[in-house]
């Protein structure tokens, strides 16, 4: 699969608290090996939209828009 991140993910990125990011960063390198490992939760969330969420902890996560094999974090 393929990532493309947003610039806003960027800025929004360096505002998280530093165990979020840690967790982030890792959570990616998993998601890259592997989207489909169940512990990620990557999945849709939306009816009609393209929209996909991928689990960092209990109580964040990071949204993509999908398109095919591509995904644009958000």
């Known amino acids: 699969m393929i990532s493309k ?5 960027r800025k929004c990125f360096r505002g998280l608290p530093k165990e979020i990011k840690i967790k982030a960063k890792q959570k990616y390198k998993d998601w890259k090996n592997n989207p489909n490992d169940p512990l990620l939760k990557f999945k849709s969330v939306h009816p ?8 960092i902890s209990y109580h ?4 993509g828009l999908r398109d095919g094999n591509t995904i644009s974090w958000f």
């Open 5 to 9: 991140i947003d610039p806003d993910f």
């Open 48 to 55: 009609k939209f393209p929209l996909w969420s991928v689990s």
């Open 60 to 63: 964040w996560r990071a949204l």
